[in-house]
């Protein structure tokens, strides 16, 4: 009996799939054999491995499982050939990736629902039977419908076929600079403030199947940070006594600390999917560039997007700041290719990337304002004068809800396998403890707690519950510090002043220039920039209109938009033939932001532009937009190189300063004055000011009279007082001081014994 072609197809591919394994594991046991380095960090070879055995499986796929399929996509005389073959490759590539993620998760899943009756070798077995049959099944499938269908190049001449794969290096060795840069910071920086909460949870979320832990971001810039660490040996963070408390911080502290992990492996390999994160949203940003105004034009916005400071500086953390860039720019380049194509398939693909920016990060509900609007603005657009506007709008809102129903499907599925082991019980905790009693929230609280039963309900009961924490979060207000000036509620000219000190001038000048250009082509452009200042215009209203005030960071979802405007009004003058003016002027703008960029590294968290030039960038800004934690590293290096045997250490951010400086010994501002060496976090150093008055105790106002002997990457102030110094200058406070939190300040400066 005669197989259908199908079926042949499916027993090649695997066959190919058993040889590709034995390619994957060998070049991996090689590594970490054979390179000391790789031993430690065995993630990083699995990562290389894999990259090995995808190339072989798309050769030996090309070649033979889908051969035919692979060859009518070339001609005869093709002269596209190394084009329509690097798109199959990154097919392929794409959907080894998404396998991957496929099998991991199936393979946790079913271990967490197989009865624990059976024995741990069945469970294990059953768990990667079912992993590798989904896997395989998604990859045959997708590479048989979507990696080998036929690609149509446009025919290009030799020199424009040589110029687009110049172009095209070009910006590959941009993306290369910008990882380089990122993972070289990565080593240097410590850990920062949110990392302590978002590390535990993506990795809680992948293994355990349990959402207890950060409800108020949503999993799935987490758990993609969390990937790495399935794949090293960890003691468990339900070994935390703060796991059964439902408390992400100090669950943070122990998983990364306390329990006998390695805290530069747990920090620096979550850090890794993080990068790659970053890197495709450099990748969507020159492809939306590229299709709105050209390849040289790309080139450039990309050069910006590479050397920019806050992007080099939270690009490599494990946050949700640039993934939530990521998710605007994927919903609107995919909506925008929807309004261009109205078929079903970009239909299906806004949805989707509407629900995958939903999934990074809770601001991308700003996306259904910018989506409205985009509506609002087409059916106004197509109006003629016998058909009004609602007939225009009714079928656009149509398939914009569409959109919103694909993205809101997507998102309730993602959160199923993340709630499937929360316990109910857990659940109602987290119900409780996070919505209040006053009746405002009593029905909504209720309400949650009807889903609260199953992981189906669960799921989505469990993203309503971000959504609502997150709102509190923005309209709740925050501690406050800019240019001397403190506030508990947040203040409204924070962002305006922070984005002009710590933006790159040549974006500043680049955009208002645009905006400036914009009022004589705007009747032409009209549906561009509403695409593009849409959703910048939405973002910082409502960040105006909110509290959060804690750092720059939380402006990254316009950054994209912001570049893409500038690169669209920079067409005519890059496309214009010739060497003018304006061409080297913008040339110089583009090389200012390299230099500029490069000067400040590895600092690029407490980055600020030549406007503050001799100012303490301690006096300016102060969390997030310049002291996270990053520093403590370098502190540690400054110690050993200046032989200081103790050091008092008052530290804001995600890392422990014994473990890097371990002759060091806590402090706090309220304990009063001291002498010795003392490390204090900008952060610290500022709010004692605001915080001492309101509680009555010590601030740090009494080293006002000293001058820092050092400050470590703008952001920790090093001070030596002597005791000569306390007996000529003794410290006073401005003000009454009615509490202490010693009576009696050890003054002795800490030994190594400490």
Not at 240 to 246: F, T, V, Y
Not at 526 to 548: E, N
Not at 628 to 641: F, I, M, T, Y
Request: contains cysteine.
């Amino acid at each position: 009996m005669k197989l259908k072609p199908s079926v042949v197809q499916f027993v090649k591919f695997a066959f190919v799939g058993i040889i590709n394994t034995g390619v994957d594991w060998l070049v991996f046991f090689l590594l970490i054999r054979l390179v000391p380095f790789f031993a430690e960090f065995s993630p990083l070879a699995k990562a290389i491995s894999f990259v090995l055995a995808a190339i072989n499986s798309f050769v030996m796929n090309s070649a033979w499982t889908f051969s035919n399929e692979f060859k009518s996509g070339f001609s005869k005389n093709d002269s596209q050939k190394i084009s329509k073959g690097s798109v199959y490759f990154g097919r392929f590539f794409a959907v080894s990736v998404v396998g991957l993620i496929i099998n991991t998760l199936v393979y946790s899943i079913v271990l967490s629902i197989v009865p624990s009756s059976f024995s741990a070798t069945v469970i294990k077995l059953a768990a990667l039977t079912c992993a590798s049959g989904a896997g395989i099944i998604w990859n045959f499938f997708a590479n048989k419908f979507w990696t080998y269908k036929k690609v149509d190049i446009a025919e290009a001449t030799a020199p424009e076929r040589r110029k687009r794969l110049w172009f095209n290096l070009i910006g590959v060795l941009l993306l290369g600079i910008m990882a380089a840069i990122s993972v070289l910071v990565m080593f240097g920086d410590s850990g920062t403030v949110d990392e302590v909460a978002h590390i535990p949870s993506g990795y809680s979320y992948l293994k355990y199947h349990d959402y207890r832990l950060n409800p108020e971001h949503p999993p799935l810039t987490k758990a993609i940070a969390g990937i790495p660490l399935q794949f090293i040996k960890v003691n468990e963070l339900t070994n935390s006594p703060a796991w059964n408390d439902i408390n992400q911080w100090e669950s943070g502290w122990d998983f990364i600390y306390r329990l006998g992990n390695n805290p530069d492996a747990v920090i620096n390999l979550s850090r890794i999917p993080i990068i790659i994160l970053l890197l495709i949203l450099g990748v969507f940003v020159y492809r939306f560039t590229r299709e709105l105004a050209g390849r040289k034009v790309a080139v450039i916005v990309l050069t910006l997007f590479a050397f920019y400071p806050d992007l080099l500086a939270h690009g490599h953390l494990v946050t949700t700041d640039v993934a939530a860039a990521l998710g605007f720019v994927l919903s609107i380049y995919y909506f925008w290719h929807w309004t261009n194509s109205p078929t079903k398939k970009n239909l299906v693909y806004a949805g989707l990337a509407f629900g995958i920016a939903q999934l990074l990060k809770f601001s991308a509900v700003l996306l259904i304002p910018v989506l409205i609007l985009y509506l609002v603005f087409l059916a106004f657009s197509r109006k003629s004068r016998l058909k009004g506007f609602w007939h225009n709008f009714r079928p656009l809102l149509v398939r914009g809800i569409y959109i919103g129903l694909i993205g809101l499907a997507a998102v309730w599925l993602v959160y199923i396998p993340f709630v499937w082991n929360t316990p109910a019980g857990i659940e109602h905790k987290l119900i409780e403890a996070n919505l209040t009693n006053d009746a405002r929230t009593l029905v909504f609280r209720n309400f949650l707690h009807l889903l609260e039963g199953n992981p189906i309900t669960r799921a989505i009961g469990h993203y309503i519950l971000g959504l609502f924490l997150v709102f509190g979060r923005v309209g709740g207000g925050n501690s406050t510090f800019i240019l001397g000036h403190f506030s508990d509620k947040g203040i409204s000219w924070y962002f305006p002043v922070a984005w002009l000190i710590k933006t790159p001038l040549p974006v500043i000048l680049l955009f208002w220039g645009g905006l400036l250009a914009m009022i004589k082509k705007f009747r032409a452009n009209t549906w561009i920039y509403v695409l593009l200042l849409t959703p910048v215009a939405i973002y910082w209203a409502v960040t105006l209109k909110g509290s959060l005030n804690i750092g720059i960071r939380h402006l990254m979802p316009t950054i994209p938009f912001v570049l893409i405007f500038i690169g669209f009004q920079l067409k005519n003058i890059l496309n214009a033939a010739g060497i003018t003016w304006p061409k080297v002027m913008v040339g110089l703008l583009a090389v200012w932001m390299i230099v500029g960029s490069l000067i400040a590294y590895p600092n690029y968290i407490s980055y600020f532009n030549e406007l503050t030039y001799g100012r303490n960038k301690y006096d300016l800004l102060v969390d997030s937009s310049l002291d996270w934690g990053q520093d403590l590293k370098r502190l540690a290096k400054w110690v050993d190189d200046n032989h200081v045997q103790g050091i008092y250490i008052d530290y804001f951010g995600g890392s422990v300063p014994s473990y890097f400086i371990p002759h060091s010994a806590s402090w706090r501002s309220g304990y009063g004055p001291v002498t010795g060496y003392i490390a204090i976090s900008a952060t610290f150093y500022q709010f004692s000011r605001m915080y001492g008055q309101q509680e009555g105790k010590w601030s740090y106002d009494w080293l006002r009279d000293y001058q820092p002997v050092a400050v470590i990457g703008n952001s920790i102030l090093v001070f030596q007082v002597t005791p000569a110094d306390m007996q000529k200058n003794p410290p006073k406070s401005p003000y009454p001081i009615t509490k202490y939190d010693r009576p009696e300040p050890d003054i002795t400066t800490p030994s190594a014994n400490n």
